[in-house]
């Protein structure tokens, strides 16, 4: 037996309910012990008619429009229905009554009261009353026997009764029920019911089981019980054809029994477990309402529906097939046309007055066969063109299924042609959404919400008071409150910084009118209306910058400027469901298509309405969680388009990934209840916020009290997201997602928070540093890697460094070869790029990256080889030079000698002795050699070469003096203003090392260049002519071999011949390479004196105090480390 859940709402205070259905159905009715009764029209009814009826309500009746309650005032009174209006008191008590309900016919009432008695009172004369008198405590409900001959109550005494109506007198009285003073104190309710039709049996809900008695008799027949029923049963209730019946418990279990199986066929559990005080079910036997005692509603979907069709087919099909036989056979499908009301199929399942069929509800599913019309669907009326009674439904094809089983063939001849026809089983349409405004509570409210956004709110009052609408601003700098009176009956609106929109449907004597209030107008008339052609109506409307926009019912969408004037005009594809702007964005929703299954197919576009129009969505489907519907549509306060489905679902437009929608957070999660909501009136990317307003069992909030406004936090549905990684991966990507604003802003001409954007990436950058030395901490390699592809230039230098002291080679040299890579892409970029920064800008950056690279590699190397033999020694030292060469002709400077080092690296080593350690571990002899506390750069040996980054990071600079510098080296870095030429080539080069984190900073080398540096840019950051640095063995043998390797393959670029000169020079034998060392050795003795002399020279200048400018530069260095990368190391590695 399927059977559906709802959600709870919330519909009352907490305390005491009941629950009746109107007996067509077409209504729930509730009340409560806050006094008041509800009427509401399903489910979903957000704004039900509200009755008060006393201070508080214990028990309601509904029968022929009469609405009878019992109240805390000690009276039974009577209302009209659905008005509302007091229609009398129909009959008083000494104290409380517990309990009312009606005849079948509605004639009579019968209430019982915590005074002892049981009165019978007559509607149509309140002075018939009978009194019926014998319970000793206060009787907790009372039931009439179909026939109006008995009347059964259950009391606090433990005991149940049968009355005689017209004699007044008992006529059995069971013992069953535990004694208690009062009802309060009274372990069950005791809601007694009796089987409808017939009577036959009465069901007495007795601790964990329901007794059933028989009619006249008033004898014991059976007892129908679940091994999961624990707890007590508080009510019971039959369904309408007599087969089921149901129980409700003190502890939320709701339970279904097949009486005549005495089997327990559904078991359902309160989704908060409350206790269930009322219940009652569907005149159509699909559905059962009930209440608990927190004062919430709640309803069970197709209760019966599989069981009542498998039965119905059986006894449809010995009636009808003999009622078939002796028609024609074009008249077959009239039998079951007919709503008889013999089946049970007609009891139990369909009726034509449902309320709950008559209206697609919002939450729920369409896997059942039950149309918005409360009968089966035919599924073979949607290939016909012609809607007549002749058209065969659900019934007739389950009889034409079991005749062709039955035995007796007589039958068969004229059901052989309607079997033929073309039957539909494939999925339904589903209903179209109306059209509505985001940020506006529905129109069929009183009191409500026209427009809650980031502007201000508009409030819309309609009643028998007042027609007006209020309009307030969040900064009443824009401009003060207002008050409208809303004599056109406005029902659309939108509010901005720059006017209010309203618009009117159309009646048979006014057309759809578009009004403006434009406040910001610099003249006097600040208000223009437009009347839209007949039979045209507004169905939905935004404002932007400097425009509005109005879709209509036309299919057409109007664009005005903000002073009233006419501009563009076209059609739109399908009926429209919404509209937002922002700036020169207009969003625009509409129907695409028709859905199926529950689902909505909506189509958006989204026009740019600046000086260049365009189109930036053509049309695309707009994603929907399945079963939903749009709730809201709009834009962030940054511009980003965003949109929340009935499921709660937040999505933003992602432009870097073609225009996709990203779901960025679920509402639901942030529920308490399944029938609590979070209605959304604005998104904020910086900071990242979701202002909502929460709503108590409903999808909308009230007007008053003035609802308070909540912040949600984002976040995407990643997986895992309970682990560590998750957790980074997430972030990561959501601080992507949410600051791909600043590239849109900027590409629209906007300003941009150039702070703010320095510090989203740094915490990118710092996320995929956690998520890299995570994947180091796990050996996962290849995902370090990967991860570093994401990384900007310097950082990847960082990870380099991470890697090799973690003795991870084989990963230092994947990302070093990444490094390279991205310092190309980086040049190319720079070269493409039309604004034109000094050329040693962006020469000197990568210069500097270079540099750390090859301290990187040489780090690793001397870590891979502290144990090998001098030969390996010589090949790898042929191998780093050669690929030092590479390096620097792949910077692309012009018309230098590519062999030759960076100005950075000249200096650094008296000569290249590849033959030995030393002659490689030269540069880091500097610091090495006590004098580590005079070099700014903090200069060391390769098993240390990440501790000095651990040191600098612990400086605390202010970053005043160094804002410019400190910015993300991979953006354009801005140099400091020079005093002069060469200082300005040498500042420039310092900052690009502080970015990059470099660790081979020698003070001899800044010294030759000051003297040394060309004016030529090129020159400048490439190389320093008066001081080229001695030629290696590789170069002396690739300037000699140069012109063969041309010979056999002359279109090979410079990094592709160095590449080839690497590979051969490999191939040489160890005799071999040694020689060219050797050569290249002789003649540089004299070079390398030199530069030792004036090595020794500084470092004596240096303890005395040294000279002024060698101390700017030292201070200068000391200031570097606070950069992004900088403090990424302190995180990543841990203080040596």
Not at 700 to 722: D, K
Request: hydrophobic share 30%; proline share 5%.
């Amino acid at each position: 037996m399927p059977c559906e859940r709802k959600p709870i709402r919330y519909g009352h205070s907490e305390g005491h309910t009941d629950v009746c259905f109107h007996e067509d159905g077409n209504w729930i009715v509730t009340c409560g012990s806050d006094g008041d009764v509800r009427i509401w029209e399903s489910l979903d009814d957000d704004d039900p008619k509200s009755i008060n009826v006393g201070e508080k309500a214990y028990s309601v009746a509904l029968r022929n429009g009469k609405l009878v309650t019992a109240v805390s005032n000690n009276t039974v009174q009577i209302h009209t229905f659905p008005d509302g209006d007091p229609d009398g008191i129909l009959t008083r008590f000494t104290t409380n009554a517990n309990h009312v309900t009606f005849n079948t016919s509605g004639t009579k009432v019968a209430a019982g009261s915590s005074d002892f008695m049981v009165k019978v009172v007559d509607v149509a004369d309140s002075s018939k009353q009978k009194t019926l008198r014998g319970h000793d405590a206060p009787v907790l409900s009372v039931a009439f026997d179909p026939t109006d001959e008995f009347l059964a109550s259950s009391s606090c005494d433990g005991s149940v009764a049968v009355w005689s109506i017209e004699d007044q007198t008992q006529v059995v009285n069971w013992t069953v029920l535990q004694k208690s003073s009062d009802v309060s104190n009274a372990k069950s309710l005791c809601r007694l019911a009796w089987q409808p039709q017939s009577g036959k049996l009465l069901a007495v809900p007795v601790d964990t089981t329901v007794q059933l008695y028989e009619r006249n008799s008033w004898t014991h027949v059976g007892t129908l019980s679940d091994d999961l029923l624990t707890q007590v049963i508080n009510v019971v209730v039959w369904s309408p054809c007599g087969k089921f019946l149901a129980a409700g418990t003190v502890g939320g279990v709701l339970a279904v029994w097949d009486v005549e199986a005495k089997l327990c066929t559904e078991r359902q559990k309160h989704e908060r477990g409350y206790t269930v005080c009322g219940m009652a079910w569907h005149p159509s036997g699909g559905q059962i309402a009930y209440t608990d005692t927190e004062g919430c509603l709640g309803l069970l979907d197709g209760v019966c529906a599989s069981s009542a069709s498998s039965s119905s087919s059986s006894s449809a099909t010995t009636k009808n097939t003999k009622a078939a036989a002796s028609k024609e056979p074009k008249d077959y499908d009239d039998l079951f046309d007919d709503d008889d009301g013999d089946g049970l199929l007609d009891q139990c399942v369909s009726d034509s007055g449902s309320p709950a069929k008559n209206a697609v509800e919002e939450d729920d599913d369409d896997d059942d066969l039950m149309p918005a019309t409360g009968k089966p669907r035919n599924r073979g009326s949607f290939l016909d063109d012609d809607d007549d009674d002749n058209s065969q439904d659900t019934g007739s094809m389950k009889v034409d299924k079991l005749a062709e089983d039955d035995a007796d063939s007589a039958i068969l001849p004229p059901v052989a042609p309607t079997v033929t026809r073309p039957v539909y089983d494939g999925p339904m349409p589903t209903p179209p959404q109306k059209a509505f405004q985001p940020g506006s509570t529905p129109t069929h409210l009183m009191h409500r919400f026209m427009m809650w956004n980031s502007v201000g709110i508009v409030r819309c009052y309609n009643d028998d008071q007042d027609n007006a609408i209020d309009v307030e601003f969040h900064d009443t700098a824009i401009h003060h409150a207002m008050h409208l009176t809303n004599t056109l009956d406005h029902c659309i609106t939108d509010l901005s910084q720059e006017a209010v929109l309203l618009a009117c449907k159309a009646t048979d004597e006014l057309a759809s009118k578009l009004q403006c209030l434009h406040f910001s107008s610099w003249d006097t008339n600040k208000e223009w209306m437009v009347d839209l052609p007949k039979g045209e109506d507004v169905q939905a409307l935004c404002l932007g910058l400097g425009w509005a926009a109005v879709g209509t019912s036309a299919l057409l969408l109007r664009l005005f400027s903000i002073g009233g004037v006419q501009r563009e005009i076209f059609s739109l594809p399908g009926p429209v469901v919404c509209m937002a702007g922002h700036g020169e964005q207009l969003l625009i929703v509409y129907h695409r298509g028709t859905g199926f299954d529950g689902d909505q197919a909506l189509g958006v576009q989204l026009l740019q309405l600046g000086r260049k129009k365009r189109q930036i969505i053509h049309g695309e489907p707009l994603p929907l969680t399945r079963k939903s519907y749009l709730a809201w549509v709009g834009f962030s306060a940054e511009g980003t388009p965003c949109s929340v489905d009935s499921e709660g679902v937040v999505r933003m437009l992602n432009r870097s990934m073609g225009n996709t929608w990203t779901p960025i957070c679920n509402t639901r999660d942030s529920c308490k209840g399944k029938s609590d909501h979070y209605w959304v009136v604005g998104i904020h990317e910086n900071p990242q916020q979701l202002r909502c307003i929460p709503c108590k069992g409903s999808r909308f909030p009230p007007t008053l009290p003035r609802p308070a406004v909540s912040i949600l936090p984002f976040s995407l549905p990643l997986c895992q997201t309970s682990t560590e990684k998750g957790q980074m991966e997430e972030q990561y990507w959501r601080s992507v997602l949410f600051h791909n604003h600043f590239s849109f802003l900027s590409s629209s001409g906007y300003e941009v928070d150039e702070e703010g954007q320095r510090q989203q990436e740094k915490e990118q950058q710092e996320a995929l540093m956690k998520m890299f030395a995570l994947s180091c901490k796990l050996e996962r390699e290849f995902r370090c890697v990967e991860l570093a592809e994401m990384m900007t230039q310097s950082v990847v230098t960082l990870a380099i460094r991470y890697a090799s002291r973690s003795r991870r080679m084989i990963l230092a040299q994947k990302l070093n070869e990444l490094a390279l890579e991205k310092a190309n892409q980086l040049q190319e970029e720079e070269e493409e790029e039309p604004e034109e920064e000094p050329t040693y800008h962006s020469t000197a950056q990568s210069t500097g990256f270079n540099q750390a690279s090859r301290a990187s590699r040489l780090s690793s190397s001397r870590a891979a080889q502290e144990n090998g033999e001098d030969e390996e020694d010589e090949e790898e030292a042929g191998q780093e030079e050669a690929m030092e060469a590479e390096e620097t002709a792949e910077s692309r400077r012009p018309r230098m000698n590519p062999f030759s080092k960076g100005p950075k690296g000249s200096p650094e080593r008296p000569s290249p002795k590849p033959v030995s350690k030393e002659g490689r571990v030269n540069p880091f002899k500097v610091s090495g050699g006590g004098k580590s506390s005079g070099s700014p750069a903090g200069q060391i040996r390769a098993a240390n070469v990440l501790d000095t980054m651990t040191v600098s990071s612990r400086k605390p600079s202010a970053l005043a003096s160094s804002s410019k510098q400190s910015k993300a080296p991979v953006l354009k870095p801005l140099a400091p203003k020079p005093r002069s030429k060469t200082q300005a080539t040498l500042l420039q080069m310092s900052a690009s090392k502080g970015a990059s984190k470099k660790l081979e900073e020698k003070e001899p080398e800044r010294e030759t260049e000051k003297r040394t540096v060309q004016p030529s840019p090129a020159a400048a950051a490439a190389d320093n002519v008066e001081n080229v640095r001695p030629k290696t063995g590789f170069q002396l043998w690739l300037e000699e071999n140069r012109k063969s390797i041309l010979a056999d393959s002359p279109d090979l670029e410079e990094t592709e011949i160095i590449k080839e000169a690497m590979g051969r020079f490999r191939t040489l034998s160890a005799d071999d390479r040694l020689k060219w060392t050797e050569r290249a050795k002789g003649g540089s003795a004299e070079a390398a004196d030199l530069k030792k002399r004036k090595r020794e020279e500084e470092e004596e200048n240096k303890e005395v105090g040294g000279e002024m400018e060698v101390e700017e530069n030292s201070a200068k260095k000391k200031k570097k480390p606070q950069d992004t990368s900088a403090k990424l190391s302190a995180f990543a590695f841990n203080k040596s």
